[in-house]
């Protein structure tokens, strides 16, 4: 009897099924295992381009290959890059030295030790020290000189300096003024890390200036000079003339008239010598505190002494403040510009009007007065405007072309200032600007 004859027949069935199911499930398992495998080879082929495979052991090292084939090819351009950017420092860095060394101006780095670590050859030069190694500041530029004082209070208090003159001598002996710009730098924590300082030679442009200053002297001197020469001649070529004639005896006048000429001739060069004196020589200042409004009063009493000024009238405006001045150098400033007033409008038949007008501000912690005088004169030509305070020039036939000359003198000598303010065929405002505090 065979096996299956000791089995009974329900379970026979059951074993049967059993295999049935068995054999069922191991099927789809293995096409569902199947079906994954291929969607997953799918995927790759569609994402690389690695070559297709006979089986999997090939295809998962055709895909390592191609892996590595583009880190190789990454690792290249990365290499490439990386070559390109150190040759890119390596130019920039030899273009800053080749600048830095070439420069015509000093360039100095310290520590925060005070140790010069970096100094160009234009430095050596300027301060004429050859050697830095191992050295701090103080040793180099002396510990009293003022580069060495500002480069202490940079070290220390981080304190920038951006271009200011400074004087420094040389350990030969040289004077030499120079530029100097000074900024610290910090480290991480904000504290102050070492200093860098430029510094440009100044001597030669100061030389240059002053050699220029010079000769616009000697020009203005050549051109007062000439200016005086011909207020002389003229005067000097009236006074022989009337005295010719008094000597000739050729007098159809009274002698007493033609004596009056000649004083009159002498009282004008006299008022030109005084003039000039005054302009040229430094002025010296007996300061008290002036009330500018009756110093222009009294001028203008003074001048309505001429005939022709008699029906000028007189306008105040504003408010004037006592100002710290010299009473008598204030009084002749104040009666040239009242003059010039005057002759501006002189021709008109009443005499005209002169408004005077003060008002006080406030300008850099100091307070100021500014006297604002108009006339309703003929105006001063455009041309002419930049040449009015130059001395002798005049628009005058009887002119010396020293009023506002003297009355810039004296303005700029109290510590103020004089412009014409506006003019035109109307009139014309001359302002002048004084201050209230005590300051000369
Ligand atoms: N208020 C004014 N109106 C018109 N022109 C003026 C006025 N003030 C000055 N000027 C012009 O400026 C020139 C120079 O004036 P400045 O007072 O220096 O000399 P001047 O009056 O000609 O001669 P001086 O004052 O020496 O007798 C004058 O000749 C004139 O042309
Ligand atoms: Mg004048």
């Given at each position: 009897m065979g096996p299956a004859s000791h089995l009974s027949k329900p379970r026979l069935s059951l074993l049967i099924g059993s295999s049935i199911m068995l054999v069922g499930l191991l099927g789809l398992g293995f096409y569902l295992l199947h079906k994954t495998f291929q969607e997953q080879r799918a995927d790759l082929d569609l994402s690389s381009k690695s070559p297709r495979v006979e089986n999997e052991a090939t295809f998962a090292m055709a895909t390592m290959q191609g892996v590595i084939a583009r880190m190789k090819e990454q690792e290249r351009e990365l290499t490439g890059l990386r070559r390109a950017a150190e040759q890119r420092e390596r130019e920039s860095t030899r273009i800053s030295e080749n600048i830095i060394r070439e420069m015509p101006s000093g360039l100095m780095v310290f520590n925060r030790q005070g140790f010069i670590t970096a100094a160009n050859p234009a430095v050596r030069t300027l301060l004429g020290v050859d050697t830095w190694s191992r050295r701090r500041y103080p040793e180099i530029l002396g510990a009293d000189s003022s580069l060495a004082t500002q480069i202490r209070e940079c070290l220390e208090t981080g304190k920038t300096t951006t271009r200011e003159t400074i004087e420094y001598t040389t350990p030969r002996g040289d004077v030499r003024l120079l530029g100097m710009s000074l900024s610290s730098f910090h480290g991480p924590g904000g504290e102050v890390d070492g200093a860098v300082c430029l510094l440009s030679d100044l001597t030669e442009t100061r030389q240059l200036q002053e050699q220029i200053r010079l000769k616009e002297h000697l020009a203005a001197l050549g051109a007062m000079s000439a200016g005086i020469a011909h207020e002389f001649k003229n005067s000097l070529a009236t006074i022989s003339g009337y005295a010719q004639m008094l000597r000739d005896g050729k007098?159809?006048?009274?002698d007493h008239e033609f004596a009056e000429r000649i004083v009159m001739e002498i009282r004008s060069l006299t008022r030109v010598v005084t003039d000039f004196l005054a302009v040229s020589k430094p002025l010296q200042l007996t300061a008290s505190q002036v009330s500018p409004k009756e110093i222009l009063l009294h001028s203008m009493e003074d001048l309505q002494r001429?005939?022709?000024?008699?029906?000028v009238v007189l306008k105040f405006e504003g408010e004037f403040a006592p100002v710290e001045g010299d009473e008598v150098l204030l009084r002749q400033a104040f009666s040239n510009i009242l003059r010039n007033a005057c002759e501006a409008q002189c021709p008109q038949n009443d005499g005209g009007s002169i408004v005077i007008r003060g008002e006080t501000f406030r300008r850099g912690g100091e307070d100021f007065l500014r006297i604002l005088v108009s006339d309703a004169g003929k105006g001063i030509l455009p041309t002419d405007r930049d040449k009015?305070?130059?001395?002798?020039?005049?628009?005058?036939?009887?002119?010396?072309?020293l009023g506002l000359a003297l009355v810039q003198k004296i303005i700029l000598s109290h510590g103020g200032l004089v412009t014409l303010e506006s003019s035109s065929s109307q009139g014309t405002t001359f302002a002048m600007v004084l201050p209230l505090a005590h300051k000369f």
């Open positions: 007098l159809s006048y009274s001429v005939a022709d000024f008699q029906q009015i305070f130059v001395p002798f020039f005049t628009t005058k036939p009887s002119g010396s072309g």
